[in-house]
């Protein structure tokens, strides 16, 4: 006797032992938040820098961290479920004490961009950490294309920092 497969079985097969729905909400909305936060560190950064290079890398990278909070939106939607487009509390503190202490000690663009890289980390490790989870292919697809962006937004800003690291007047960063 021949049994015929269906193509998609891979498909339901991973759809079956993925995680709950309201288990990859709550994961999907953790994302949001960190997203958000990110972007409003990076456009932090882009409004404390004297340098128009690093100015531009930042608004690149907190536009990718929106686009990224606007699509884990409609994943959450498609699942039956709203969510506000905000960031946490401990990333409004955290951006509360970088202000700060940059008024206090000065904002200096080497500060500036070790913070913004921090904050990249942060959320390209919590994005790593949700892609250990079970999750259904589509939403997998969509965290690994965020996690390349933001690494690409990372490396954008360490080659930014070697050269600002190297020389203070470098015409690459003129002001």
């Given at each position: 006797?021949?049994?015929?497969?269906?193509?998609?079985?891979?498909?339901k097969?991973?759809?079956?032992?993925?995680?709950?729905?309201?288990?990859?909400?709550?994961?999907?909305k953790?994302?949001i938040?960190?997203?958000?936060?990110?972007?409003?560190?990076?456009?932090?950064?882009?409004?404390?820098?004297?340098?128009?290079?690093?100015?531009?890398?930042?608004?690149?990278a907190?536009?990718?961290?929106?686009?990224?909070?606007r699509?884990?939106?409609?994943?959450?939607t498609?699942?039956?479920?709203?969510v506000?487009?905000?960031?946490s509390?401990?990333?409004?503190?955290?951006?509360?004490?970088?202000?700060?202490?940059?008024?206090?000690?000065?904002?200096?663009?080497?500060?500036i961009?070790?913070?913004?890289?921090?904050?990249l980390?942060?959320?390209?490790q919590r994005?790593?950490?949700?892609?250990?989870?079970?999750?259904?292919?589509n939403?997998?697809?969509?965290l690994d294309?965020?996690?390349?962006?933001?690494?690409?937004?990372?490396?954008?800003?360490?080659q930014?920092?070697?050269?600002?690291?190297?020389t203070?007047?470098?015409?690459?960063?003129?002001?």
């Amino acid at each position: 006797m021949i049994t015929m497969v269906p193509k998609d079985l891979p498909a339901k097969l991973n759809e079956l032992i993925s995680m709950a729905p309201q288990d990859m909400t709550s994961t999907l909305k953790s994302l949001i938040e960190t997203s958000k936060d990110s972007e409003y560190k990076l456009r932090a950064g882009a409004e404390r820098t004297q340098c128009a290079v690093l100015r531009q890398t930042y608004v690149c990278a907190a536009n990718d961290c929106l686009r990224a909070a606007r699509e884990l939106q409609i994943q959450i939607t498609q699942l039956g479920e709203e969510v506000a487009l905000i960031g946490s509390t401990s990333g409004a503190v955290n951006r509360g004490w970088a202000w700060l202490r940059g008024a206090l000690v000065g904002n200096s663009d080497e500060a500036i961009l070790k913070e913004c890289g921090t904050e990249l980390d942060l959320a390209i490790q919590r994005y790593e950490d949700a892609l250990d989870e079970l999750l259904p292919a589509n939403v997998r697809n969509v965290l690994d294309r965020h996690v390349q962006d933001f690494l690409h937004n990372r490396t954008q800003l360490v080659q930014k920092q070697d050269p600002l690291n190297s020389t203070e007047n470098n015409s690459q960063f003129a002001m």
